[in-house]
């Protein structure tokens, strides 16, 4: 896009809610704002534009939500999923560009519906998934993130079934999608997608609006019960999943 000068009134007033309410939930869960933001912005900005500003966003807001509770951080858990992650970043840039998005985007839809609809109906779990649930989770996180900068689903429906602790869990997808983020936004970054006046100047008018969001999800997520916040992350999955789907459906 040329300038910002060309976008109507109505992006203006819409801009704003929509970054405040996309993180405050990242506020509170850790993840979802790309997936929220991504589809309503979508009609005024190219996603060539869209995607590095969220990148941007959600490498700020992740650091800022993972750096503020280090020791709620799992490393054990990380330790299995980095990896993997990687392996499907790779997969995600080299092999799957080139696939047809939209199932894709529809898979990732269900998946995370699905997963979102489990947590909600079963929001006190008393069995722990097993490890090894980290090669196709982190696998398939890298892959959508590579693709759609939306891994997180898949990342939140691992960690809840191996973790217990609804700090744990936030803590521990914030720092995994700030390393995405800072995976994607220097590869953007090297194509030249982010040094660009406009984006920059995007960014710093959404810094308000995303902070006020953070606070205020970071206060919704003080006072969840453990119950309560695996019904609202759930709740999250539901509503990211249906977008997805919505958006593969209709494309």
């Avoid at 939140?156 to 800072?182: C, M, P, Q």
Wanted: aromatic share 8%; proline share 6%.
């Amino acid at each position: 896009m040329s300038g910002l000068a060309e976008l109507p009134t109505v992006f203006w007033i819409v801009a704003p809610v929509t970054i405040l309410f996309a993180y405050t939930v990242f506020g509170i869960s850790g993840f979802g704002s790309t997936i929220i933001a991504v589809p309503i912005l979508a009609n005024w900005l190219p996603l060539s534009f869209l995607v590095p500003l969220m990148a941007l966003g959600d490498l700020v807001a992740a650091t800022a939500v993972g750096g503020s509770n280090r020791r709620q951080v799992s490393v054990p858990e990380l330790k299995r999923l980095l990896p993997f992650m990687g392996l499907g970043i790779v997969l995600g840039v080299t092999l799957l560009v080139k696939a047809p998005a939209d199932p894709l985007r529809g898979a990732l839809g269900v998946f995370a519906a699905g997963v979102g609809l489990h947590a909600i109906l079963n929001p006190s779990p008393k069995d722990t998934i097993s490890p090894w649930w980290c090669v196709p989770a982190g696998t398939f996180a890298g892959i959508f993130a590579a693709v759609f900068g939306a891994g997180g689903p898949v990342n939140v429906a691992y960690l809840a079934g191996r973790l217990r602790d609804k700090g744990e869990i936030r803590s521990t997808v914030s720092v995994i999608i700030s390393i995405s983020a800072t995976t994607r936004t220097v590869v953007y970054a090297a194509t030249g997608l982010v040094f660009k006046s406009a984006l920059l100047t995007l960014a710093a008018a959404a810094i308000p609006f995303a902070w006020t969001g953070l606070w205020l999800g970071s206060r919704i997520h003080v006072g969840l019960t453990q119950v309560q916040m695996r019904r609202a992350v759930g709740a999250i999955l539901v509503a990211s999943g249906l977008v997805l789907l919505a958006r593969a459906l209709l494309n």
